[in-house]
Structures are given as C-alpha cells and as structure tokens.
C-alpha cells in the first residue's frame, strides 16, 4: 500500500463527494482541517497517516445533514478505506475518529468513550476551525443556511444541553458561541491546540462585545 497514493485518492474522492456541501462543511473545511492536523502533528507522538485519513474523512457526512444519522460517514468511510486496500486496524482507528471527533458527543454522560493521540491531534484542528475569524464566518453561514435569527435577547444560550438537545436546538446563531464555540478554548487536547485557540478565542469575545455595543446602539 502506497501511502501517499491513498492520501491522494482520498483528497480526490473528499473534493468530488462535498461538491455541493453547505459552505461550513465542504472541501474547503476539510482541507483547513487537514493542515491544521498536519501542524499540530509535528509536535506530537502520533501516527501521521491516521491523522491524515481522520482528518480527511470526518466530515465526509456530517450527520446534521443527514438526518442525524451517525452511521453514514463511518459507512462511506469503510467502503472507500477498503477499496484503497488500508489496513485493518487503521480503518478501525480512522472511523473511531470519526465517530468520536464531535462535540456533541462530548455531551454524552454515559458509555465507553474511544480515546487516542491521534483523535485528539484531528479534534483539536476540527474545533481550532470553529473557533476566531473562520469559526464566526462559519457559524453565521449555518445559521442562514437553517434560517436561524441572528439574536434574540429573550432566548438565552442553555448552558447545560444534553446531545439530543444539541442535536435539535433551533436557537439564535449568537447563542451557539456561549453554548459551543467560546467553551472549545479549554477543551483543546494539545498544547499547540491550545496555543492557536487562545488567539482564536480572544478575537471571538472581541467580535461579541461589538456585536452587543452595536446591537444596543452603543457604537
């Protein structure tokens, strides 16, 4: 097997699937999130070619469009990790990413949670791509794309949701930074995470005091 024909094919076949993909989780997501898993990875003990299939592949269908159902992204992952002939044990590894990177999966208070240095390595270059100026653009563009209200100050964030409440929230995009985004700084499992997402997270608390300055016609 070669390895970096795989890392090509999967590019390929990434590019062509999310075509049509709303614009927060399409190539170009993928591709952030792949550079971003590449950088952390110098700087940790890690498996270079698991990170790259995970990091690649774990958006390859996003359960929010379909149906919330989690099991097509690991089923399409296997069919075309076996096809490219990849070991066994890294397509158990590679859809174990997949099925544990979420955030809101971290919700969950019960079950055997999947854990490993590479999974940590591909979470943190998906969260650090939620997060500072790409994450703000990012969450406003799904919010239209659920035509969500911008804000709306008699509905506050809920700061306790369960995954099932996550999953169905219909809540103002403003509210998604304190229920997510503005919490992801001290969930970063690197210190090279860790260290990106401090920036990325003083530009958000910056953004939002000048989004409520201007919402209350103070500036």
């Keep these: 097997?070669?390895?970096?024909?795989?890392?090509?094919?999967?590019?390929?076949?990434?590019?062509?699937?999310?075509?049509?993909?709303?614009?927060?989780?399409?190539?170009?997501?993928?591709?952030?999130?792949?550079?971003?898993?590449?950088?952390?990875?110098?700087?940790?003990?890690?498996?270079?070619?698991?990170?790259?299939?995970?990091?690649?592949?774990?958006?390859?269908?996003?359960?929010?469009?379909?149906?919330?159902?989690e099991t097509v992204g690991p089923k399409i992952a296997t069919?075309?990790?076996?096809?490219q002939n990849v070991a066994k044990d890294v397509i158990t590894h590679v859809i174990n990413i997949i099925k544990h990177i979420s955030f809101k999966n971290s919700l969950e208070t019960n079950g055997k949670k999947f854990t490993s240095k590479e999974l940590e390595v591909?979470?943190?270059?998906?969260?650090?791509?939620?997060?500072?100026?790409?994450?703000?653009?990012?969450?406003?563009?799904y919010g239209g794309f659920k035509n969500r209200a911008l804000y709306d100050p008699e509905v506050l964030p809920n700061l306790n949701m369960t995954k099932e409440e996550y999953k169905n929230s219909s809540a103002p995009t403003i509210n998604h930074f304190y229920e997510k985004l503005l919490l992801l700084k001290d969930k970063m499992n690197t210190v090279t995470g860790q260290q990106i997402a401090a920036e990325r997270h003083l530009f958000m608390e910056l953004f939002l005091k000048q989004f409520d300055d201007e919402w209350n016609g103070i500036k």
């Design 122 to 141: 591909v979470q943190d270059a998906d969260r650090l791509d939620a997060i500072g100026a790409i994450g703000i653009a990012r969450c406003f563009n």
């Design 1 to 69: 097997m070669n390895k970096e024909l795989v890392i090509e094919n999967t590019i390929g076949f990434v590019k062509e699937t999310l075509k049509d993909a709303e614009g927060g989780h399409d190539w170009f997501h993928i591709e952030r999130v792949y550079k971003n898993a590449v950088l952390i990875s110098k700087d940790e003990s890690v498996d270079a070619f698991v990170v790259s299939l995970g990091a690649l592949l774990h958006d390859i269908a996003d359960p929010k469009f379909f149906n919330g159902d």
């Design 79 to 83: 069919k075309f990790l076996v096809e």
